[in-house]
T-cell receptor, first 116, second 112 residues
Framework: SAVISQKPSRDICQRGTSLTIQCQVDSQVTMMFWYRQQPGQSLTLIATANQGSEATYESGFVIDKFPISRPNLTFSTLTVSNMSPEDSSIYLC?????????????FGPGTRLTVL | GDSVTQMEGPVTLSEEAFLTINCTYTATGYPSLFWYVQYPGEGLQLLLKATKADDKGSNKGFEATYRKETTSFHLEKGSVQVSDSAVYFCALSNTGGFKTIFGAGTRLFVKA
């Protein structure tokens, strides 16, 4: 199965700055996703990253705060803009593969972000 | 909308104890059901899945049966090990879409 990696693995940032997280898959995939996992919480889908078009955002998430790029079928970036301490979370990218009757997601190792 | 509810943790067990983590779901149609596991400091990994009613998913000694009549997908293991200590997420994905809905997660601690 494909391997998925993220950079950076962790970062500590100052309030008001921005951080761009990179996600790389070692084979071409159609659907990529970005999730947020706040401390002790479950995963919340931020957006679906579509190659060649704008990302599709979930309720409560906006492009100005979380701009996403998807320049090709193996790569995506998520930027966390104008950060505040409430943005401290693990950010995970994933891709989905259809197995016919089901869709399975594969996750990157995550980026642990701390905002001071 | 679709949702997943799983038992709150943490769950603390001694090695070789029996494990059950309850999971129930609400969904339209016929979703596929999953258990994912997150070991400390790592991303999520698929543990097992079931795609239709009465299917049993199994992996690494863990099992879960898709029960449509009770809308449940409880995770079980007969004898846990210290290395099973992790957070376990129940999840569903509806056919025709790639979105996955996750439960809140249950943290398991296994003591030697």
């Amino acid at each position: 199965s494909a391997v998925i990696s993220q950079k950076p693995s962790r970062d500590i940032c100052q309030r008001g700055t921005s951080l761009t997280i990179q996600c790389q898959v070692d084979s071409q995939v159609t659907m990529m996703f970005w999730y947020r996992q706040q401390p002790g919480q479950s995963l919340t889908l931020i957006a679906t990253a579509n190659q060649g078009s704008e990302a599709t955002y979930e309720s409560g998430f906006v492009i100005d705060k979380f701009p996403i790029s998807r320049p090709n079928l193996t790569f995506s970036t998520l930027t966390v803009s104008n950060m505040s301490p409430e943005d401290s979370s693990i950010y995970l990218c994933s891709f989905a593969i259809s197995g016919g009757s089901y869709n399975e997601q594969f996750f990157g190792p995550g980026t642990r972000l701390t905002v001071l | 909308g679709d949702s997943v509810t799983q038992m709150e943790g943490p769950v603390t067990l001694s090695e070789e104890a029996f494990l059950t983590i309850n999971c129930t779901y609400t969904a339209t149609g016929y979703p596929s059901l999953f258990w994912y596991v997150q070991y400390p400091g790592e991303g999520l990994q698929l543990l097992l899945k079931a795609t239709k009613a009465d299917d049993k998913g199994s992996n690494k000694g863990f099992e879960a049966t898709y029960r449509k009549e009770t809308t449940s997908f409880h995770l079980e293991k007969g004898s846990v090990q210290v290395s099973d200590s992790a957070v376990y997420f129940c999840a569903l994905s509806n056919t025709g879409g790639f979105k996955t809905i996750f439960g809140a997660g249950t943290r398991l601690f296994v003591k030697a």
